[in-house]
C-alpha cells in the first residue's frame, strides 16, 4: 500500500497510513512523513502497536532525539519516551481542567499536572 496522508482539521494534524512501522522505511516515505510533519505540524498513525523502543526507533526517523521531559522521568527502560495518561498525574493526581472538573485531555506539557486551586467569591 502506497503512503497516504490525508488533512485532519483545517489547521493541524494528518492521519498517515500505507506506512509499516515496525520496518525500515524507504528513504522516498521518510522525505514523505517529513514534509507532512512540516505541512501539518502533527502527523497520527492509527493502531500502531508499539513498545517504548519501537516508539523511539520511529521518532529517530524525524530527527535526533531529546529527553522525554526536563522534570518528569521518563517511561521505564527509556530515556526518550514520557508515559501520558489522563486518568493518574505523575503525583497520584487526578488531572483537572481550569473549571475544576476531571481533565478529559491529554497535553505536552506539565501544566496540568496540579490541582486548580479554589477561588474565593
Known amino acids: ?10 489547521r493541524i494534524g494528518a492521519v498517515v ?5 515496525t520496518a525500515p522505511p524507504a528513504e522516498s516515505t ?3 512523513l517529513r514534509d507532512a510533519l512540516d505541512e501539518h505540524k502533527a502527523l497520527v498513525f492509527d493502531h500502531v502497536g508499539l513498545d517504548n523502543s519501537g516508539q523511539e526507533r520511529v521518532a529517530r526517523w524525524f530527527g535526533e532525539l531529546t529527553t522525554a521531559h526536563p522534570n518528569v ?19 497520584g493526581e487526578v488531572p483537572v481542567g481550569v473549571d475544576g472538573r476531571r481533565s478529559e485531555q ?3 506539557d506539565a501544566s496540568h499536572y496540579t490541582s486548580v ?3 474565593a467569591a
Open 1 to 10: 500500500m502506497p503512503v497516504s496522508i490525508r488533512k485532519l482539521t483545517g
Open 30 to 32: 521518510l522525505t514523505a
Open 73 to 91: 522521568a521518563a517511561a521505564d527502560g527509556t530515556t526518550n519516551v514520557l508515559a501520558v495518561d489522563n486518568r493518574v498525574t505523575v503525583a
Open 17 to 21: 497510513e500505507g506506512v509499516d512501522l
Open 117 to 119: 486551586p479554589a477561588v
Open 106 to 108: 491529554l497535553v505536552g
